[in-house]
């Protein structure tokens, strides 16, 4: 079982820019597609990027072309670079393994985009 830890979120203005990282344990990663999603306040939980094994990757609508999802298997890490912000961005961002067939999250990073 992978154990996933988020990092990098934080308070920016808008237009502004993020990294997020997702750090992964476990000797399963590389074998394993991962996923970010979002979740902002008062809201459910939405996809946001994926990206496989081999490295393609798909985006949510609201992010593609702003947001860029990719790995590391060689650090077991996934990251996600995210651009030109807006405040809809703002929430707490999980990554996960993908699909999450075990309905598990970890505790996210907080992603707060604001003047």
């Known amino acids: 079982q992978v154990q996933l830890v988020e990092s990098g979120g934080g308070l920016v203005q808008p237009g502004g820019s993020l990294r997020l990282s997702c750090a992964a344990s476990?000797?399963?990663?590389?074998?394993?597609?991962m996923g970010w999603y979002r979740q902002a306040p008062g809201k459910q939980r939405e996809w946001v990027a994926t990206?496989?094994?081999?490295?393609?990757?798909n985006y949510a609508d609201s992010v593609k072309g702003r947001f860029t999802i990719s790995r590391d298997n060689g650090k077991n890490t996934v990251f996600l670079q995210m651009n030109s912000l807006n405040p809809e961005d703002t929430g707490v961002y999980y990554c996960?393994?993908?699909?999450?067939?075990?309905?598990?999250w970890g505790q996210g990073t907080q992603v707060t985009v604001s003047s």
């Open positions: 996960t393994v993908f699909p999450n067939l075990t309905g598990s």
């Open positions: 476990g000797s399963s990663f590389s074998r394993n597609a």
């Open positions: 990206i496989t094994r081999s490295g393609n990757t």
